[in-house]
C-alpha cells in the first residue's frame, strides 16, 4: 500500500518537473519565433522593431494618427445596441455574463484586406486551441462601417464563411457578427482603445489590427496585435480571463510559469515563478526519495529477527 502510494506520489512529482522543464524550454523557442516575425503590410508597422525595415514603410497619412490605446481593466459599454447577423437588435451584454471570456475583433466586412486577415489569423489560432467557441470562450466580431448598419446580409455571409474555415460543428452560437450605428460603434470603439479613420486617397478606411480578450464581466483583459496570434498566447489570455475557469490543471500551472506583457501582447516567461516551483518541486522530491529510504529502511529491520 505504501509503495502504491509513494509510486502515484513520484508519478505526480514528475509530472509537474515535466511541465516546468517545459516552461523553461518553450521560452527561448518562443523569443526565436518572435524574432522572424517580419510583416510587410502598409497598413502597421512591424511587431519588433528592426532598424533594416525602417526605410519606407508605406504608412499611409491617416494611419500615423491613428492606433490602438490599451485600456486593461476598463468596462465596456454592454448597454449599447448593435444587429446581429440574423438582424436582430441585440445589446452588447448579451454576450456577457456567461461566465466564458469573450474573444473582440473590430473589423468591416467589405475591407479589401485587412480585416479578412485578422479573421483568418483569429481562426487559425483558434483551431489550434483546445478550446471550444461557445464553449469555453466566445467570438464578437463588430463592424466599424456603420454603412453596413443596414446591410445584414453582410454579417451573415460573413459568419457562414468563417464557420466553414473553423470547421467545428455545433459551434455555431460562439460565433457573432454584429453590425452597429455611428453613435453604437463609437462608443465600443473609444471604450476598447480602438482607433479608425476614413481614408479618401485609398477610399478605404484605415485602421490598425488586433483581436481583444475581454472578461465574461465585459472588462478588457488581453491585446494581441497583428494579424497572427499565438495559439498559446490566445489560450493562456483566455485561461486568465476567465479567472482560471477554464483549462485542465496542468494548463493552469503552465498559465503560473508565464506573464503577460502588455507592451508585446504576448506572454513571457516569468523566470522567478519558475525558479520558485523549481525550489518546490526540489523539496517535495527530497520529502518522496526520505520516505522512499526510510520505508525501505523499516523493512529490512523488520526482516531481521530481534531488531
Given amino acids: 500500500m505504501f509503495r502504491s502510494m509513494y509510486s502515484m506520489a513520484a508519478f505526480r512529482f514528475a509530472a509537474m518537473f515535466a511541465i516546468a522543464v517545459s516552461c523553461v524550454i ?11 516575425e517580419h510583416y510587410s503590410s502598409p497598413l502597421y508597422s512591424p511587431r519588433k522593431y528592426d532598424p533594416a525595415m525602417s ?20 468596462q465596456l459599454p454592454l448597454d449599447t445596441e448593435f444587429r446581429a447577423e440574423n438582424g436582430e437588435i441585440v445589446k452588447l451584454g448579451d454576450y456577457f455574463g456567461k461566465g466564458r471570456p469573450v474573444i473582440l475583433a473590430f473589423v468591416y466586412y467589405e475591407c479589401p484586406m485587412l480585416c479578412n486577415q485578422v479573421l483568418n489569423g483569429l481562426t487559425g ?17 463588430i463592424s466599424f462601417d456603420a454603412r453596413e448598419f443596414d446591410m445584414p446580409g453582410l454579417a451573415a455571409n460573413k459568419k457562414a464563411a468563417y464557420m466553414e474555415r473553423y470547421g467545428r460543428p455545433g459551434t455555431e452560437s460562439g460565433w457573432n457578427f454584429l453590425t452597429g450605428s455611428e453613435e453604437a460603434i463609437a462608443r465600443a470603439a473609444e471604450a476598447a482603445g480602438f482607433g479608425f479613420e476614413w481614408d479618401e486617397k485609398t477610399n478605404q478606411f484605415a485602421h490598425a489590427a488586433a483581436v481583444i480578450v475581454v472578461t465574461p464581466e465585459g472588462r478588457l483583459a488581453r491585446y494581441y496585435y497583428g494579424i497572427d496570434y499565438g495559439p498559446r498566447d490566445l489560450k493562456l489570455g483566455l485561461m486568465e480571463a476567465a479567472d482560471k475557469r477554464i483549462g485542465s490543471a496542468a494548463e493552469q500551472l503552465l498559465l503560473y510559469c508565464y506573464h503577460y506583457d502588455p507592451a508585446s501582447g504576448k506572454y513571457g516567461l516569468a523566470i522567478l515563478r ?11 522530491g527530497l520529502g518522496l526519495m526520505a520516505g522512499f529510504f526510510w520505508m525501505r529502511n523499516r523493512k529490512k529491520n523488520e526482516a531481521v529477527p530481534g531488531v
Wanted: aromatic share 4%; charged share 20%.
Fill in 55 to 74: 526605410e519606407g514603410n508605406g504608412l499611409p497619412t491617416a494611419l500615423k494618427s491613428i492606433g490602438i490605446e490599451q485600456r486593461l481593466g476598463e
Fill in 26 to 36: 518553450a521560452s527561448p523557442l518562443a523569443a526565436a519565433a518572435q524574432k522572424s
Fill in 125 to 141: 489560432s483558434l483551431k489550434g486551441i483546445s478550446f471550444d467557441a461557445g464553449k469555453e470562450f466566445d467570438v464578437v466580431a
Fill in 274 to 284: 519558475v525558479i520558485r516551483l523549481g525550489g518546490v518541486l526540489t523539496l517535495i
